[in-house]
């Protein structure tokens, strides 16, 4: 079945313990992409990637880091996450690098930083 | 920067009625994308509009784009209770070789009966 997995889809965690949410895909798409959704704000693009080794900054990438060494994985890594950083998270996918084609999504990771 | 407006952000419908959903943008794109989102679950593509004029309909739903304008529509027919979500629009921005994508803020949709 084509799709996205996140994980964890909970997470909670104190200031300052480094965390990783991780992102494969099983569609060989090539655009993957991180969002943070809050209430009120929408969906908010923090990293995307076009390609492998190829990343970068969203509307919010302070406080995140990503990476992409292979096609169907993209890490989301808090080095030292931080409570305003407490949100739910969306990973997707998209087909071409150009983003001609419909995003599809994770089932999110709703993180708490206490 | 590109910005993304939805409107509204809040729309209560009675089954039956007609009404539309605007989504504003702020620079050049011929990409616009439409999602619904249902409660406590992530995002279903419902549109994907790459050129000027565009029109796609599915079921009650009808989407349009128009890139000079900067406006895409969503026109919902004879609503039904099935539809309540929350819609997004999402707009790409090519600056150069980066392919950014932007969502509005969302428009929560109930349809009561």
């Known amino acids: 079945e084509a799709q996205v997995t996140q994980n964890p889809r909970y997470l909670i965690t104190v200031t300052g313990k480094k965390l990783t949410v991780t992102c494969s895909q099983n569609?060989?798409?090539?655009?993957m992409s991180w969002y943070r959704q809050d209430p009120g704000l929408g969906l908010r693009q923090i990293y995307y990637?076009?390609?492998?080794?190829?990343?970068d900054k969203g509307d919010v990438p302070e406080g995140y880091k990503v990476s992409r060494k292979e096609k169907r994985n993209f890490p989301l890594i808090l080095e030292s996450p931080s409570p305003n950083q407490t949100s739910l998270y969306f990973c997707?996918?998209?087909?071409?690098?150009?983003?001609?084609?419909?995003?599809?999504f994770g089932n999110g990771t709703r993180l708490t930083v206490t | 920067e590109l910005k993304v407006e939805q409107n509204p952000l809040f729309l209560s419908m009675q089954e039956g009625k007609n009404y539309t959903i605007y989504c504003n943008y702020s620079?050049?794109?011929?990409?616009l994308y439409w999602y619904r989102q249902d409660p406590g679950k992530s995002l279903e593509s419902l549109f994907v509009?790459?050129?000027?004029?565009a029109v796609k309909q599915e079921g009650r739903l009808m989407a349009s784009l128009d890139t000079k304008a900067r406006l895409s529509t969503l026109h919902i027919t004879a609503a039904v209770h099935d539809l309540s979500a929350t819609y997004f629009c999402?707009?790409?921005?090519?600056?150069?070789?980066?392919?950014?994508?932007?969502f509005g803020k969302g428009t929560l949709l109930t349809v009561n009966p």
């Open positions: 620079t050049t794109s011929d990409r």
């Open positions: 509009l790459l050129s000027n004029g």
């Open positions: 990637s076009m390609n492998v080794e190829v990343t």
């Open positions: 997707a996918s998209s087909l071409g690098g150009t983003v001609n084609s419909p995003l599809h």
């Open positions: 569609m060989n798409h090539e655009y």
């Open positions: 999402a707009v790409v921005y090519s600056g150069g070789s980066n392919y950014k994508l932007t």
